[in-house]
């Protein structure tokens, strides 16, 4: 079983950082990619950003050049530095992990990051 625990939401105002943390735990041998989602109210889920155990990343256009998504592969962590932060950025973030073996997504609970303008 694989456990994803997600920390550092909160409130900022526009402009402001935000740096989101991310733990795997559990089962997390055969680990591959490892990134962030978002789900604002009232809208789908979204991609924010990824980047796979070989450190190929893959951002959505919204927040190229503003956010930061690294990894310890050691450690089997998931950091999203947030830069520039705007309103529009306010949403639920969920961590997100895909395993190879046996093949699976995993979710965490969610942390609510909030933009105020």
């Known amino acids: 079983q694989v456990q994803l625990a997600e920390s550092g939401g909160g409130l900022v105002q526009a402009g402001g950082s935000l740096r989101l943390s991310c733990a795997a735990s559990?089962?997390?041998?055969?680990?591959?990619?490892m990134g962030w989602y978002r789900q604002a109210p009232g809208k789908q889920r979204e991609l924010v950003a990824t980047?796979?155990?070989?450190?190929?990343?893959n951002y959505a256009d919204s927040v190229k050049g503003r956010f930061t998504i690294s990894r310890d592969n050691a450690k089997n962590t998931v950091q999203l530095q947030m830069n520039s932060l705007k309103p529009e950025d306010t949403a639920v973030y969920y961590c997100y992990g895909n395993f190879i073996f046996p093949p699976g997504d995993y979710w965490g609970r969610g942390t609510q990051v909030t933009v105020s303008s």
């Open positions: 559990g089962s997390t041998r055969s680990l591959n990619i």
């Open positions: 980047l796979s155990s070989s450190l190929v990343t």
